[in-house]
């Protein structure tokens, strides 16, 4: 069993490339496990708090159908004794960080224990940047230990002293059958005259760039000038030759269900809900994007009881019924991607069908297909300004 | 006809005060913050500091003088086919709804109550490439044959008429229902045609209610973001949505402030040409 | 009908005879289009609240079902942000429609200093972005501790905004309002409280109503600015926008048509109250 892991977090570590492979990840995936607090955090509250405040994004954590209760957050309780207020108001970074970075610009707390952002979004840096983020109290977080090797060492945060992921998923390309051959790579989508008004790029800088980047052949995880001028002009010609019909949020969804849209650049978790056995999703076949919506400690939060519930959330049984659900509990799981080793096996009991579906638990090789987009160029302000000129006038 | 009061006192002043101070405190303050933060500079990462950075007027009116001016445009288009849409209806309502009104002009305002998110999202169900109403504008050619409604700066303009459509209909109905209809009678013995009698006597007296319909469309229209985002392509944004980028995605708390300054001034002056142009009898009651 | 009219009736021809009948009835036509239109999405809002969607995405048909209706807050949090915007639409509308009545009558019958200040005042909160105005808000409540985020702030900015509408609204009443009315019943020995209660205001009620009615719409529907200043409370815009990044489930839809039903009755109650007292008047 240990055999594997180690050769598996090898082969992802060597296959995901730039962000992950760093001299202490190396250095990691040689030793016992991953990142260990290094040297004790300093007086940290060591009891729990009664409430702990969580918020997060909509339909992201399990359900349980009868009692519409989240059966994770009542274990717990049962378990901690500590109640989480858990509050579905994140549906969008830009719009979440707009109204957080009012409090926390003036020092004052935003009565927030837990809140999850996206990486591949400048929001997540930037908290940590600004100093807005508690550290974790990673003694209380052993289970830290069964973070996915890929996830170890992130550039935003390269010892995970502030963040831990809470799912991951992958951006690529979604198609409808009956309206179209397959649409599978960059080529295909931007430049097909066939598709023209009937395709969709997803608004977001760190999803498109990441996989046009790609199809040029270039890296987006180290960004370098030339390379963002070829992505960007050869997104900007789809462009003004009308082949982009918008630049979308999820809200590609409703047009690619209905057949307006004959393909779409989209998020894998969506394209499973919609139903429609006519629409397929892959990864580009030059590559695709990995996001990862990460959990973190606004200032302000309980540090030692968010770290309790983090620790929590990482023991492989509890993650493996979350992601995956139990159908003889009529219990919806989240579908995502999970960060936690062992969760598939643990998701395999609840339930096998979740636990053998690729895009919730891929394989090594589509894992070494996605990349994460480099987060310097995520704060570059004049890359930012161009892309919101290009999708917004 | 408006008499003012001989006795006034203080009277208008007390009837002022609960609004116009709950509006200082909790607009005028606000605005005062936002007017601060438009002379700043600086980025996220080290702060902003009050430095008379009138720039971000004079760049703001440079490069998106286009997204102005469509949004100028996009909002005065949706406003005359609010009107012309809504008169007759508001006319129907206020002369022949009778004891009906109320229940009328609670449909008026029914799609309001199912979320503008839902309601758009319907509206792109209808409009659909393949819908039914697509396909009878290609059969009737008015559609190219691989045309379609969605993602286009007519979706933009439909959008933003439909929502604002109340906002026409109830200021048109208040005026309208307040006409005397035996004055129409006269206008028509008069006349002796229905329509010279609208024209000349209904028309004008409803004057305030189209005043105050096409302000309530046309100056919350041109700043808004939301129908240019959902049913417009990356051609037809307005200047709501530069805003909206500018705050949120670049965080150029600046920026945006500045370029909000400059919509307000721009819709003010339209305010002033148009009271000019109507009279500000029927802006603000009587000659002043 | 004037004498004129009847004469010229008997010396009709058929086609006349139809074109007044079309004439006479265009206006009623052109209403009922309109309706249709304008409750055309409604019509597919509460289709597809019988939806039993293929997916989380409740966008395509796929069989109806009344479990969306029977289980209509199966959708955890739904409930309480349908109440909370019910709550604060219901305040924020009265509120709003009460003090700008109350500035409505000051900017139409009065001549008084700082007249066109107050005019600008009022359209001011109309032309401003919704969202600098939002954040600038959320600035002014974090420099207080009197507030508490939710419910008081929310309530807070939706009067604000409202304000506006209210005043324009009941203004559009009041510029066209025949004064001699008021100057009768004064001459009769009226004072000008009882004057305004029982002669203006059942006249400019209609006004008032409406105002009430856009105010409310507009409260209700608010996104923006309530985000910016909601704290952790979740109203029922708030509660949809956040479940449509996933699928907005088909109980969005069903709480939209119920409160329009609900509004929709509370409606022909009042008419059909009214037409038995009227009724029992006779």
């Known amino acids: 069993m240990t055999d594997q892991l180690t050769r598996r977090q090898l082969l992802e570590r060597a296959a995901v490339g730039g962000a992950a492979i760093t001299f202490p990840g190396i250095l990691a995936a040689c030793g016992s496990s991953g990142s260990k607090a290094s040297g004790g955090t300093t007086s940290v509250e060591q009891k729990l708090a009664k409430t702990l405040n969580f918020s997060n994004w909509t339909l992201y954590i399990d359900v349980d159908n009868k009692t519409k209760s989240h059966p994770s957050l009542d274990a717990f309780k049962k378990k901690t004794g500590t109640d989480v207020n858990y509050v579905e108001d994140i549906n969008d970074n830009a719009s979440f960080f707009g109204k957080i970075q009012g409090p926390l610009s003036r020092g004052q707390s935003i009565n927030r224990d837990i809140i999850v952002l996206t990486d591949n979004d400048r929001y997540l840096g930037l908290m940590l940047r600004k100093g807005w983020a508690e550290k974790l109290d990673k003694a209380a977080i052993p289970n830290i230990k069964n973070l996915a090797p890929v996830q170890r060492h992130p550039n935003f945060d390269p010892n995970r002293d502030y963040t831990l992921p809470w799912q991951s998923g992958m951006t690529g390309i979604a198609y409808n059958d009956t309206l179209t051959d397959p649409v599978l790579n960059v080529t295909d989508l931007l430049e097909n005259p066939k598709l023209k008004g009937k395709i969709t790029v997803l608004n977001s800088m760190g999803d498109a760039m990441t996989i046009v980047m790609l199809a040029n052949g270039d890296d987006p995880t180290k960004v370098t000038d030339k390379a963002w001028n070829d992505a960007f002009n050869r997104i900007k010609k789809a462009v003004d030759n009308k082949q982009i019909r918008q630049f979308t949020g999820n809200d590609y969804a409703p047009p690619l269900a209905r057949g307006d849209l004959a393909a779409a650049m989209s998020w894998s978790g969506d394209i499973a809900q919609i139903g429609n056995k006519h629409i397929h999703w892959n990864v580009p076949t030059q590559g695709g994007a990995l996001w990862t919506d990460n959990m973190l400690i606004p200032k302000g939060g309980n540090v030692y009881t968010a770290s309790v519930y983090m620790n929590y959330v990482y023991d492989p049984k509890v993650q493996g019924l979350m992601e995956a659900g139990d159908p003889k509990r009529n219990i919806t799981g989240i579908y995502y991607i999970p960060p936690v080793i062992g969760a598939k096996a643990w998701a395999l009991k609840f339930n096998p069908a979740i636990a053998n579906n690729p895009l919730i638990f891929p394989s090594s090789e589509t894992l070494s297909k996605v990349k994460i987009f480099d987060n310097a160029a995520l704060n570059n302000q004049k890359y930012l300004t161009q892309w919101q000129n290009l999708i917004s006038g | ?288 | ?282």
């Open chain 3, 1 to 282: 009908m004037t004498s004129i009219a009847v004469e010229h009736g008997e010396r009709r021809n058929p086609l006349a005879a139809v074109w007044s009948f079309v004439k006479r009835h265009v206006l009623v036509a052109y209403s009922v289009l309109f309706f249709a239109y304008l409750l055309l999405p409604i019509a597919v809002v509460i289709v597809f609240s019988f939806n039993n969607p293929p997916g989380k995405f409740n966008y395509t048909w796929n069989s109806f079902t009344w479990d969306n209706w029977r289980y209509w807050n199966g959708v955890p949090g739904i409930q309480s942000a349908v109440v909370l915007s019910l709550e604060i639409a219901l305040i924020a509308s009265l509120i709003a429609t009460a003090l700008g009545t109350l500035i409505a009558l000051a900017l139409v019958r009065y001549s008084f200093r700082g007249r066109a200040s107050t005019n600008i005042l009022i359209f001011l909160p109309l032309s401003t972005p919704e969202i600098v105005l939002g954040a600038s808000l959320l600035t002014l409540f974090l420099h207080t501790t009197a507030v508490t985020f939710g419910f008081e702030t929310i309530l807070i900015a939706h009067i604000m905004f409202c304000i506006s509408f209210a005043v324009v609204t009941v203004k559009a009443r009041l510029v066209g309002f025949d004064r001699h009315l008021e100057e009768a019943a004064m001459d009769l020995g009226a004072n000008e409280w009882r004057t305004f209660q029982k002669v203006t205001l059942p006249l400019i009620a209609p006004a008032i109503l409406a105002a009430l009615l856009l105010c409310f719409a507009i409260s209700i529907d608010d996104f923006v600015v309530t985000y910016f200043n909601s704290g952790s409370s979740v109203t029922f815009p708030l509660f949809v926008w956040g479940a449509a990044r996933i699928g907005a489930p088909p109980q969005v839809n069903v709480i939209g048509t119920a409160i329009f039903v609900i509004a929709l009755t509370a409606m022909l109650v009042n008419v059909l109250v009214q037409m038995r007292r009227s009724k029992g008047a006779t």
């Open chain 2, 1 to 288: 006809m408006n008499v003012f009061h001989r006795h006034q006192g203080a009277t208008p002043y007390l009837l002022l005060l609960p609004g116009v101070l709950f509006l200082s405190v909790f607009f005028v303050v606000p605005l005062g913050f936002l007017a601060y933060q438009s002379l700043e500079s600086g980025n996220i990462d080290f702060g902003y500091a009050f430095t008379w950075q009138w720039s971000n007027y004079w760049d703001a009116i440079q490069n998106y003088r286009g997204e102005f001016i469509r949004s100028i445009e996009y909002a005065a288009i949706a406003t005359f086919f609010a009107l012309v849409a809504s008169y007759p209806v508001a006319y129907w309502i206020a002369f022949r709804g009778g004891r009906w009104k109320n229940l009328l002009l609670l449909f008026i305002v029914a799609p309001f109550f199912v979320t503008y998110l839902i309601r758009t999202l319907a509206w792109e169900t209808i409009l659909s490439d393949h819908g039914f109403v697509v396909r009878t504008l290609q059969t009737l050619h008015l559609l190219g044959s691989n045309g379609r409604l969605l993602a286009t700066g007519t979706a933009v303009v439909a959008g933003i008429t439909y929502n604002f459509l109340p906002f026409m209909a109830l200021p048109l109905y208040v005026s309208l229902e307040q006409i005397d209809a035996r004055m129409i009678e006269a206008a028509e013995d008069l006349y002796a045609s229905k329509w010279h009698a609208f024209w000349r006597v209904t028309f004008p007296l409803s004057l305030p209610g189209v005043v105050a319909g096409t302000l309530l469309t046309f100056i919350p229209a041109a700043g808004d973001f939301i129908n240019a985002q959902l049913l417009g392509g990356p051609q037809n944004h307005m200047i709501g949505n530069v805003i909206q980028s500018k705050f949120l995605e670049l965080t150029d708390y600046p920026a945006a402030a500045a370029m909000s300054f400059i919509l307000m001034a721009g819709i003010l002056v339209f305010v002033f040409l148009y009271a000019r142009l109507v009279g500000t009898e029927q802006l603000t009651g009587t000659a002043a």
